[in-house]
């Protein structure tokens, strides 16, 4: 008899499930591929084929060259839709919550039900749909934040930090350093919750994926782009660009910047100041440590695997609550700016 678990595999370059021969998120280039979501970290072009929602292979085709519309590259699968694998291997995607696309994959094979989270929030986000709690048997778990210091705060106080800096420092401008996909986005659709409606600002490098998400159904309000703008007329504004460019030559050009960063790490103060943060904003796109802990819980699996991160922490947390659980080796998965 087989031993339990024994047709997925984690490799050093990602999840391989055996019968089907195909891999989740794998970190070179492979025949299929299943990918959670758009982050560089997670998706890469040059498969053979590459089964995503709609909105990662939009995300995909516009950061990686991935052809979306191409049905031998690309293979799109909606969210709660089955699709059936080599090797009697089924596979489900159901929402993750951590970006716009980003999936959770459910494979079920031999009676056995193995979920891959990718990277995964609890909070709410008004960009992406929220996470779903799903049975399993195996819960293969990020940690990127997986040690107790980190509990992240509610976002509507970081989101009052930020627009009292604007008030408070009339002239200026408050210039938040923001991932390209999915915080940036996550950030500007929190303001406008909060009751900012005035135009937001953004750099080159932020455009296009602030459009592909508007394409995609999620309302950002008024956007533009600096380039070009007299320095006076960003003076008591919001700009948001990448966290390379928060004090870089760019920034000179706009009217004496608050300097914000928009991250999980900035719950670290070194961090904070290694990047010459006036205003760490501690906004992250992941689980903290009691969501991790709480999804574990209510997912309740047979064994738990943790990947990409604060491994250690959370694994002694399952031996101490009697869960079986296990580290994975994995290689390719970074901290990026969260």
């Keep these: 008899m087989a031993a339990a678990f024994s047709w997925i595999r984690a490799e050093p370059m990602g999840i391989h499930v055996a019968p089907a021969d195909v891999w989740i998120d794998p970190a070179r280039p492979v025949d299929t591929a299943l990918v959670t979501h758009g982050h560089a970290d997670h998706a890469r072009g040059g498969h053979g084929r590459t089964v995503a929602t ?12 991935v ?13 709660g839709e089955t699709i059936s694998l080599p090797g009697g291997v089924r596979a489900t995607f159901v929402p993750a919550g951590h970006v ?3 999936a959770q994959i459910l494979l079920e094979h031999a009676g056995e039900r193995v979920i891959v989270t990718g990277d995964y929030k609890r909070r709410a986000d008004p960009t992406c749909p929220p996470f779903e709690v799903t049975p399993c048997d195996v819960f293969i778990t990020e940690a990127t934040f997986g040690l107790p210091v980190f509990r992240h705060p509610p976002i509507a106080e970081e989101m009052a930090k930020l627009l009292s800096a604007r008030e408070n ?3 200026r401008c408050v210039l938040v350093g923001a991932y390209a996909l999915g915080k940036a986005q996550r950030v500007i659709a929190e303001l406008r919750a909060a009751g900012f409606h005035d135009t937001i600002w953004l ?3 932020m455009e296009r994926m602030c459009r592909l998400y508007e394409d995609h159904g999620v309302d950002l309000g008024d956007l533009k782009a600096v380039a070009g703008v007299p320095k006076a007329a960003l003076a008591n504004g ?5 966290p390379s460019a928060l004090n870089d030559r760019w920034s000179r050009r706009l009217p004496d910047p608050v300097t914000a960063m928009a991250s999980g790490w900035m719950r670290v103060r070194q961090r904070a100041r290694q990047r010459n943060v006036e205003l760490p904003l501690i ?6 440590w009691d969501e991790l802990t709480q999804t574990i819980a209510q997912v309740n699996p047979a064994e738990t695997w943790i990947t990409h991160g604060r491994e250690e922490a959370l694994l002694r947390w399952c031996e101490l609550t009697q869960r079986k659980a296990r580290a994975l080796a994995l290689v390719g998965y970074e901290d990026e700016d969260d």
């Design 283 to 288: 906004i992250s796109d992941h689980a903290d």
């Design 169 to 171: 420092d009339q002239g």
């Design 54 to 65: 709609p909105e990662t292979l939009a995300i995909m085709q516009l950061r990686y060259g």
């Design 203 to 205: 750099h080159g490098a």
């Design 67 to 79: 052809e979306a519309d191409s049905a031998v590259r690309a293979a799109p699968v909606a969210y």
């Design 100 to 102: 716009l696309g980003s």
């Design 238 to 242: 919001i700009v948001i660009c990448p």
